[in-house]
Every structure is written in C-alpha cells, then in structure tokens.
C-alpha cells in the first residue's frame, strides 16, 4: 500500500470516529460531563503510557522537563484541551450535538483569524471573504438561537488555541497526549474521589458495561488522534484540510437524524454560510496548493506528478 493511500486510510479512520463520538458519550450517561472528563484524562494517561512502554519511548520526558517554557507550554495546552473535551462532552449529552458540530465547521476560521491577530499573517481576499461570511452566520445564528452560539464558539476557539500551541512545542501526538493527561490528572482523581466521598460516583454502579466504557474513554480518546497524527504525516495538507470537514457532517446528521434534534429554517441558513465561507476558504487553500506544487515540481507538474507527502 503506498504512502498516500495510507494516509487516507487512517485520516478517513480517524475523522469517522470523531464524527460518531456522540453515539459513545450518549452511553456514558448517567454519568456526568465532569465525570466523563475526568474519566477520559486518567485513562488517557493509562493508555498513553502502556503505549509508550510498549514502544520503549520514554526519555522524552527527561528531555522536556529540561525545557521549563516547553513544560508552560504544556500546561497551557492541557488547559484548552480540558475546556474543549469537557464543553463537547456537556454539548453532547446536553443535547446540543448540532452546535457542537458548528464548532468544528467554524474551526478552520477561527485558526486564520488567530493567524491574523496571535501570528500577523497576511491573508489573501479569499480568506478575508470566508471570514467576513463566517461572521454574518455567527450573526443568523445568534438571532436564531436568541443567544450567542457559546457552545460553539467554545469549542472552536479552544480547539484553534490547543493546535497553535501544540504547533510551537512540535511534540510528536502521543507524548504531548500523554503530558497534558498527566497535567490534568491529579486535580481528575481529586475530583473522582470527591464524588466518590459523597456516593454520587457512578464508575462500578451503574453496570459492568457502563464501567467497561468509561475505561475505554481513554483508548477512544488517543486512538483517533494517533490515526491522525498517522495521516499528517502522509498527506498533503490541502488534502487533510478537505478530509477534516467528515467529522462535524457526521456529528450534525448524529444530532439531527439520530437524536432528532430541531433544525429550523433561519438555523439552516446559519449553517449554509458557515458552509459557504468553508467553500471560499477550501477552494483559495486547494489553488494555492497547487500553485505553490507546480513551482516546486516545474515541469513534472504539467504532467499531473504530485511529490507525496514524506511518511
């Protein structure tokens, strides 16, 4: 199997299990959303380790706690990622999966404006006008929903800042996972035993299987990513960009045709301009692709000849 082909194989993988969480975090319940984040920080870590014991990779650690801005870093990043895990999981079982799903069609837009105002990018009129219509939808939507759409500003903002950061630390994805659950997993166990003190813990009182499920929340957690991080590696990134918008259709059919969500027509329209401006910003980000390979490769380019991407 080639490169490439792999490379769809795991981001295909990884954006398909994104896109159907909702139906795992839906049997997690009656377990709360702080419960469920707690129980998904500490066995993460279980996981990772096991993982990274496995692959006898551990002397990353020494080398980071060397790096005190690098361990700030860290620290950072774990806190934007319990904000995003903890708002989706309360979107979800909420009953709110379609502003979920906004969240992460949104997404890509809030990255270029945090490229704008946190990096001083420049940006092309293309990605100006995808900006400028993602905006008039959070507007529709704000008068739709009689609110802001906080939910999924939330998870947008939160998941863009994570991946900034995670992009100056450069940590591969299963060590940075592992640190970040490690950062997070005290204050989870304090929580966890704080509700187990006052008998409102359900791990081991609801069924074997409820339990079965919350330990599995951490192998639910970096299996995905690993995938991605799988895929990163062996695709172009216009092509990664185009592959990512799989996982909030799927939530967004999850939260409409699964759990029968209201859909109604000025929501709609919302929806159909943050479609619209990802059609904008996709369509500018393939051309510019394809510009920027064609002065790389030269001639070769004429002939349909792609450099892949390095595994």
Not at 64 to 81: E, F, K, N, Q, Y
Not at 150 to 169: C, D, I, M, N, Q
Not at 254 to 264: K, N, Q, R, S, T
Request: some cysteine; aromatic content about 10%; overall charge positive.
């Amino acid at each position: 199997m080639t490169p490439l082909r792999l490379g769809y194989l795991y981001g295909l993988g990884a954006y398909l299990l994104w896109g159907f969480f909702p139906l795992y975090l839906k049997l997690l319940r009656p377990a709360g959303p702080l419960e469920i984040l707690a129980h998904r920080v500490i066995w993460s870590v279980v996981f990772v380790a096991l993982l990274l014991g496995a692959l006898r990779n551990v002397g990353f650690l020494r080398a980071l706690l060397r790096r005190p801005w690098a361990m700030a870093g860290m620290v950072a990043a774990a806190a934007l990622i319990a904000i995003n895990w903890g708002t989706y999981i309360y979107g979800v079982n909420s009953g709110r999966v379609v502003e979920t799903a906004l969240g992460y069609f949104i997404n890509p837009l809030v990255v270029v404006l945090l490229g704008v105002t946190v990096l001083r990018e420049r940006l092309r009129p293309a990605q100006w006008a995808a900006l400028g219509i993602g905006a008039s939808a959070v507007v529709v939507l704000t008068v739709d929903y009689g609110r802001l759409p906080w939910l999924a500003l939330t998870l947008a903002f939160s998941f863009a800042g994570y991946g900034l950061v995670k992009k100056r630390l450069g940590l591969p994805p299963a060590e940075g996972l592992f640190v970040e659950s490690a950062v997070l997993a005290l204050p989870a166990l304090g929580y966890l035993a704080w509700l187990t003190a006052r008998a409102d813990s359900t791990f081991g009182h609801v069924s074997a299987g409820h339990t079965a499920l919350l330990v599995l929340a951490g192998a639910a957690t970096a299996i995905p990513l690993l995938m991605f991080a799988g895929a990163a590696n062996r695709l172009p990134l216009s092509s990664l960009g185009m592959v990512q918008y799989l996982a909030p259709i799927l939530q967004l059919g999850c939260g409409v045709l699964i759990f029968h969500e209201p859909m109604p027509p000025a929501r709609l329209a919302g929806f159909a301009l943050v479609w619209l401006a990802l059609i904008v910003f996709t369509a500018d980000a393939v051309r510019t692709s394809r510009r920027t390979r064609s002065r790389q490769t030269g001639p070769a380019a004429d002939h349909g000849v792609v450099v892949p991407a390095r595994p």
